[in-house]
Each structure stands twice: as C-alpha cells, then as structure tokens.
C-alpha cells in the first residue's frame, strides 16, 4: 500500500513537472507537497480502521467510558476523512479506496489477524483489547501527523495535522487514565 501511495504522488508531481500538488496559492507559496499528499492518503485509510473498530465497541461494549471514546472518534475522525478527501481532489489525487488487506499492511495499522482478535472478544476482555488497539492506532496516527506539519506545505493540511495531534492525544490520554483507575 505504501510502495503504491508513493508511485501515485510522484506520478502526478512528475506529470506537474513539479515538487507541489496542485500549483501554488496566491501568495506564491506551493498549495501542497508531497508530505501533503501523502499524509491524507494514508491518514484516510487509517481513520476508515479507527472507524471500523469503533463500530464494533459500539455494537458490543456495554463499558460507558469505551463506548463515549468510540463514539467520539467516530464523530470526528468521518469529518476529517472528508476535509483530507476534498484536498485531494483539489490536487487531482484519487482518494484510496476500502482495500482492508492492502490497510492491515501499513505501518501502524492492525493486523487482520488483530481485528479478528478484537472481533472475538467479550465483555471486560473485549473493552480492554479495544482501549489497548485504540491506543496504539492513535498513537501511530499521531506520528503521521507530526511527519506531516514538520514537512508539509498546505496551510490546511498542517492544520488538520495539529487537530489530529491534539484529539489523538487527548483520547490516548484519557485511556491511558482510564487504566491506572
């Protein structure tokens, strides 16, 4: 999935004949780049997975706290796939599709083999996989967002990037408290 993520960003910066997508603001600064690029074409497919398993601690969970958790990130995490889908189409970059066996293969993302784990799960195991998955996820999520205001270029693409830094952080947080009670 990486190795295909990279050969669409480059395809279309060589056919651009430039290191920016999708030309340059009025300022003359480069509307995006490729950090730009990148970082909504694998943050959408590792907020489709965040989703995912949200939706499976809603279903199952009867804990307050995991299901408020999922909930939220749910809620915010669908908003942010659709603002990182518009700024690639304003740079004429296909959005990634649902290719979950291609996903599971990213970095930071769980394994299928994690997410039947998850799946299997049940009542206080179930919610304590879920918070220790969740956890990991946002944290390799935080990551790509740090990769991305430390080298982008697009004013709202770093934006997002620090909102994602600050909601991911706050929620691994939260868990993390939620462990040591």
């Not at 395809?11 to 690029?37: I, Q, R």
């Not at 996820?137 to 620090?162: C, F, I, P």
Request: aromatic share 4%; net charge neutral; proline share 2%.
């Amino acid at each position: 999935m990486r190795a295909r993520l990279l050969i669409i960003v480059l395809g279309l910066l060589a056919l651009t004949g430039c290191s920016a997508v999708g030309g340059a603001t009025s300022s003359g600064e480069p509307a995006a780049n490729k950090a730009d690029a990148t970082f909504s074409l694998r943050m959408i497919p590792h907020h489709r997975q965040t989703i995912d398993i949200s939706k499976v601690a809603l279903e199952r969970s009867k804990d307050q706290f995991v299901l408020d958790v999922a909930e939220k990130i749910t809620t915010i995490e669908a908003g942010e796939i659709e603002q990182m889908s518009t700024y690639l189409r304003s740079w004429n970059i296909p959005i990634p599709g649902d290719d979950a066996e291609a996903t599971h293969k990213m970095a930071g993302m769980m394994t299928a083999k994690d997410v039947e784990g998850l799946k299997a799960a049940q009542g206080k195991q179930f919610d304590d996989l879920f918070l220790a998955a969740l956890s990991r996820h946002l944290r390799s999520g935080v990551d790509m967002a740090k990769d991305a205001q430390a080298q982008g270029v697009h004013v709202g693409s770093k934006a997002l990037a620090g909102k994602i830094i600050v909601s991911q952080t706050e929620v691994i947080d939260q868990i993390a408290a939620k462990k040591k009670a």
